[in-house]
């Protein structure tokens, strides 16, 4: 059974650091492209990818460029977004996701293949 899943997040005070993990099973993301994509309370999608990484290149969009970091253990499976000096507006429902993009870039919905369920992060003093 393909699946995704996603873990880490939860309530950090501003300027804080979370690191949100996705952890994939009954296929390899190796030859995937990963996307995170988020989704603020009581706001649409954003409609595409803030990150969009295909293991060589990655992309990130302006909002977190210098604070997010997307990471790989192929090992575990497994992919993570360190996101550093946390703000309240990155405040979201965080969903990674894959598919056979053979770049890097803002990735759209359609772009992605498989979806997780979302973690909560929520930034708040």
């Known amino acids: 059974q393909v699946q995704l899943v996603e873990s880490g997040g939860g309530l950090v005070q501003p300027g804080g650091s979370l690191r949100l993990s996705c952890a994939a099973s009954?296929?390899?993301?190796?030859?995937?492209?990963i996307g995170w994509f988020r989704q603020a309370p009581g706001k649409e999608h954003e409609g595409k990818s803030l990150v969009g990484s295909d293991d060589g290149n990655t992309y990130y969009v302006d909002s977190v460029k210098g604070r997010f970091t997307i990471s790989r253990d192929n090992a575990k499976n497994t992919v993570y977004l360190q996101m550093n000096v946390l703000k309240s507006e990155d405040t979201a429902v965080y969903y990674c996701a894959t598919g056979r993009v053979r770049t890097s870039g803002r990735y759209t919905p359609s772009d992605m293949d498989y979806w997780g369920k979302g973690t909560l992060v929520t930034v708040s003093s």
């Open positions: 009954g296929f390899t993301l190796d030859y995937y492209a």
